[in-house]
């Protein structure tokens, strides 16, 4: 059957004008959809989140703010507990420091680095003096143009190896000295600098050690170590010691971690022979 071309005509211009009116309702009904979902967001709904997050942030600012000060309580509770422990441990460390080694600074152990060795350098002397420190002060000629000449002192203390190994008490230490400094070497301080060597003479004649904090601090360990000798002995805090050297009396403790492997023996490392520690059984019914 042949088709009717003006009917097709009729059917494609009512279909596209019905299809038009479609799509116009198809914007409106999108228009008053997102008219509608604004609506319950931000007039209906977002109050009462708003609301009821802002409860919740209150209720759980309560559980913060309760339990940091019960959290308060407690550190401070546990740090009050800790004290003692603390002391413990200083006062053991006290009892393990190495008394077998000399602490003297001898003028050849204070060296300047090769490049320096024909550069000017001053011995003034043992400057200060006594069982547990011994320090020395040097005049030293450095890198500088101006003021190149520098004061140092130079020591050994029982209480500061300068190693980092669990200090006593923390002594000045300036990196920036041009020496081939002495094993186990604290305090080691610049001083002063200056133009000439007689200004830094007439520094040293004017302060000396005088105005050096350290020292202070110093003596106070000091009288701490000689009362911790006095009042306590070794054997009072035997369940705080793990291994110990029977050739030196050397240990370990408590505060300290060591991991053996299988088959692994504990050396003590201040012993030269490397001698195998004990290790210390305690009583556990104590």
């Given amino acids: 059957m042949k ?58 600012q309560k559980v913060k703010d309760t339990n940091k000060a019960h959290e308060d309580a407690k550190e401070k509770e546990a740090i009050g507990l800790t004290e003692p422990v603390r002391k413990v441990e200083r006062i053991l ?18 060296k300047q680095n090769d490049r320096y060795k024909e550069r000017y350098r001053e011995n003034l002397g043992l400057v200060f003096d006594d069982p547990f420190l011994k320090v020395r002060a040097f005049v030293m000629e450095n890198d500088k143009p101006k003021n190149k000449y520098i004061l140092v002192l130079i020591g050994r203390c029982l209480f500061d190896t300068g190693l ?16 081939s400094e002495p094993w186990g070497s604290a305090p080691q301080q610049i001083l002063k600098e200056a133009a000439t060597v007689k200004e830094l003479h007439t520094w040293w004649t004017a302060n000396g050690l005088r105005k050096q904090q350290w020292i202070q601090e110093y003596v106070a360990v000091r009288s701490e170590y000689e009362h911790v000798l006095k009042t306590y002995r070794v054997t009072d805090f035997d369940n ?34 490397k001698t195998p520690m004990l290790e210390v059984k305690h009583d556990k019914t104590e």
């Fill in 3 to 60: 088709e009717n071309g003006k009917e097709l005509a009729k059917l494609a211009l009512d279909n596209r004008k019905k299809a038009a009116e479609l799509y116009e309702d198809v914007q409106l009904i999108r228009s008053e959809t997102e008219t509608e979902i604004r609506r319950l967001q931000y007039d209906v709904y977002q109050p009462k989140i708003r609301e009821i997050s802002d409860e919740c942030a209150r209720e759980i």
């Fill in 240 to 273: 705080f010691l793990t291994w110990m050297c029977p050739e030196c009396g050397y240990y370990h403790t408590i505060f300290e971690s060591y991991h053996l492997r299988d088959g692994e023996v504990m050396t003590c490392h201040r012993c030269d022979t």
């Fill in 164 to 179: 980092g190994d669990r200090p006593l008490l923390k002594l000045p230490r300036d990196y920036g000295l041009s020496i």
């Fill in 93 to 110: 460390e006290f009892f393990r420091l190495d008394t077998r080694k000399p602490i003297d600074i001898a003028d050849e152990d204070v």
